[in-house]
């Protein structure tokens, strides 16, 4: 007996359609962090990780191809640790190391680009780790405004990098 399950139709359609549309886009975000070879090898890994996902339920297609691509980068440099392994994965030190500045860089692009009004209530609350009521009192706004302001501001996260 096997372990290998086969897709269904549709669902081997809808992971060739994510691929499709998404392979190149992330092959060129590991590519900045990743020679080409083994971003190539991420990629595949990570379509094949996201095979038992169903395509059409994926909110984020760009967002969660990209976690779970992170996770192979971190995974194969516990692999490599683990067996002692010292040839380089990255460009940095430690693979774990790049793919946390991926998504540190995707979401300094994501912060840079957000209208002034939502940014300020962004950093304070995820970066100051300030309440929203805090938040409120200081700048002089209401609580609902200071809500307001901060799912617009995660909307606009969640639209770039969806983009």
């Known amino acids: 007996m096997s372990d290998v399950k086969e897709l269904k139709a ?6 060739n359609a994510l691929y499709r549309q998404y392979a190149r886009w992330l092959d060129g975000r590991l590519r900045a962090h990743v020679d080409p070879d083994q971003a ?3 990629v595949q890994e990570t379509y094949i990780r996201a095979a038992p996902y169903s395509a059409g339920l994926i909110r984020h297609p760009r967002a969660f191809l990209l976690r ?6 971190r995974d194969e440099s516990r692999r490599r640790k683990r067996r002692g392994t010292t040839e380089t994965f990255t460009e940095a030190a430690d693979p774990g190391e790049a793919a946390d500045q991926v998504e ?8 840079l680009t957000m209208p ?3 940014r300020e209530v962004f950093v304070l609350s995820r970066f100051a780790g300030m309440s929203y009521p805090e938040i409120a009192a200081a700048r002089g706004l209401s609580v609902k405004a200071v809500e307001w302001r901060m ?3 995660l909307q606009h996260c969640v639209e770039q990098l969806d983009g």
């Open 40 to 42: 190539a090898d991420v």
């Open 68 to 73: 779970i691509a992170m996770n192979v980068v």
């Open 104 to 111: 540190a860089l995707m979401m300094k692009q994501a912060v």
């Open 116 to 118: 002034a009004l939502y």
């Open 151 to 153: 799912s617009k501001a």
């Open 10 to 15: 549709d669902a081997l359609e809808g992971l």
